[in-house]
Every structure is written in C-alpha cells, then in structure tokens.
C-alpha cells in the first residue's frame, strides 16, 4: 500500500554553473519517494513568477503531487548558486528573501498533516520566523503514529541552537552528517570526541527521545542507531557503495528517502542502511538531485525496483 510521504520546506532552482536545476530538499526527497512506490507530496511556496510556474511544471513532470504548493505574489521563487569542486562536492549560496521563507498556514495543509504517513523537514526552512511557526504547526497536526523525521542541513548562517534543540524534541528520526554532527554536539552543549559517532548517537536518542538517529558519511556509507530495540539491533554500518561522481546535490535528500520508505515497511537497521545507501550512491553517480533510472536493471541496481 503506497505510504503518504511529504517533503515539507523549501523548493528552489539550483543555478550551477552549466545547467539549472530544480531543487530543495522537500522536492528531491519527494521524488525519490515517488520513485520508490508511495506518493511523495511536495508542501511548500513559489512566487508567482516564470520560475514559479516552471517549477511547478517540473514537479508534475516528475509525478510529484503539487496540490500543496502555495503560490506567492509578493516574493520570488528561492534560487541557490551552487558552486561544484573538483570532487563534485557542492556548496551553495543561497537567496534571501524568497518564498517558501513565508509558508502559511492553511486549511490545506491542516488536512495534509492529518492525513500523512511520514513528513521529512530540515533546518534550512527554517531561516525565517513564519515559517517556522507553520512547519512546527504543521508536525504538531500530525496523528500520532505518523512519522517526523528532521533532516539537519547547515547552510550559511542559517540555523540556530533553538532551531536544532526543538526540531530534535519533535522528531521521530534524526539525520544529519559527519561534518554536521560536532556543531549539533556543540551547540546542544554536548561534548563531542572526534570518532565517536556512536557515543554521541546515543547521547541525541537519551536527550531527545528519539527513535532513530542516522550519521551519514558522504562516500564512505553511514551509522543508524536506534532507541528502538524492535528493529532489529541497536546498531547498524554500511560502508557506502563506490561509484564514479556525477555530483553530490540530491544524494542526501535521496538516502532520506530510502530510509524512510524502509522505515515505513517495519525494515531492520541493516535493511534500512543497505536501501538508503544504495540510492544516495545511485543519485550521486548523476547528474542533478533528480535522475530518471534507465532501465529496469538500474532502477533495481538503486534499490527502487
């Protein structure tokens, strides 16, 4: 049975420096969702300007669920300048103000929060106090059993202690990297040993009563750690899959998916783990957060067979 996933925060255009891309976390981990057999919903707001309308375009085109898209007139749609290193690796400077800083609160979207399975919402979204107060809102609406997984992304100076410390105490499942975790430790006045990822798991589970916490590592894999004993052990670590770099922008977005898709179906750790970095590797071994799988061969060589 297809699950009702949303994507929860920003949709931008990402302007590289030989294409433009649609982007935002909430887009490409709905994608990836879709990709995997539930119905990824997109919840966010565009302008009501050219790249408005293009995204929204570029949604459908993706099969994503665009209902709950807001449209803005007064501000533009976000765009972020993403600048590529040798490695593929991005960085990103992004636009302010646009219009997913001004998500509203609406019947609509009241009615999608009761009604979803999972939401995945970041940090970045965050940036600004409206809307803020509406994706708190929007996971209080939630009903209990359903899913709240916070997607840590440090962008520029946008984040804060408070921001990270209330996302965590409303959150099923956290996800963040191994370049994030020390500043999460730290800004939660937590002491943190360069190498035990597994020691400060266990410190975000016991502070923030949460289920599920996964550290990922770029190339080299990932740790899940659960405060779920059901699942099937407390500890898992993939060593990651090795693939030739198309570029990194989407390939968290997308190992979110794969883990929530698993999570959803009551998978095991290691599952959860293998699924999720099988994807992510899948979308870095791309171009742009958003490939179409080539062949069935492909779709099951990523895990979305």
């Known amino acids: 049975m297809k699950k009702k996933v949303v994507g929860l925060g920003e949709v931008l255009w990402d302007l590289l420096p030989e294409r433009t891309c649609l982007g ?9 969702t879709t990709l995997m057999g539930d119905r990824g919903i997109v919840a966010s707001r565009v302008g009501e300007d050219s790249r408005g309308m293009h995204a929204l ?12 898209v807001q449209r803005d007139p007064e501000h533009a749609t976000g765009t972020v300048r993403v600048e590529l290193d040798s490695r593929g690796v991005a960085r990103f400077e992004i636009a302010h103000p ?66 990270l410390a209330e996302s965590m105490r409303m959150a099923d499942i956290l996800k ?19 190498g035990d990822e597994l020691g400060a798991a266990r410190r975000l589970i016991e502070a923030y009563d949460l289920k599920l916490v996964c550290i990922t590592r770029g190339g080299q894999g990932s740790l899940l750690v659960s405060g779920e004993l059901e699942r099937g052990g407390e500890v898992s670590e993939h060593p990651g899959f090795q693939v030739r770099v198309g570029d990194t922008v989407g390939a968290g977005d997308a190992f979110t998916a794969g883990l929530v898709h698993e999570y959803l179906r009551g998978a095991g750790l290691d599952r959860m783990n293998e699924v999720a970095n099988r994807v992510g590797a899948w979308v870095a071994s791309e171009v742009g957060a958003t490939p179409v799988p080539k062949s069935r061969l492909e779709r099951t060589l990523a895990g979305i067979g």
């Open 57 to 68: 375009q570029r949604m459908k085109e993706l099969k994503l669920d665009v209902d709950h």
């Open 24 to 32: 935002g976390a909430p887009a490409n981990f709905a994608y990836i």
């Open 98 to 163: 646009v219009a997913w800083d001004f998500l509203e609160w609406t019947t609509d979207w009241q009615q999608l929060a009761e009604s979803a399975d999972a939401v995945c919402f970041g940090s970045l979204a965050q940036r600004s106090g409206e809307s803020r107060a509406t994706i708190l809102r929007f996971i209080r609406a939630m009903r209990p059993g359903a899913v709240k997984v916070f997607d840590v992304n440090l962008r520029q100076s946008y984040y804060s202690r408070e921001v």
């Open 176 to 194: 963040l990297n191994d370049e994030e975790l020390p500043t999460v430790m730290s800004l939660n006045g937590f002491d943190f040993s360069p």
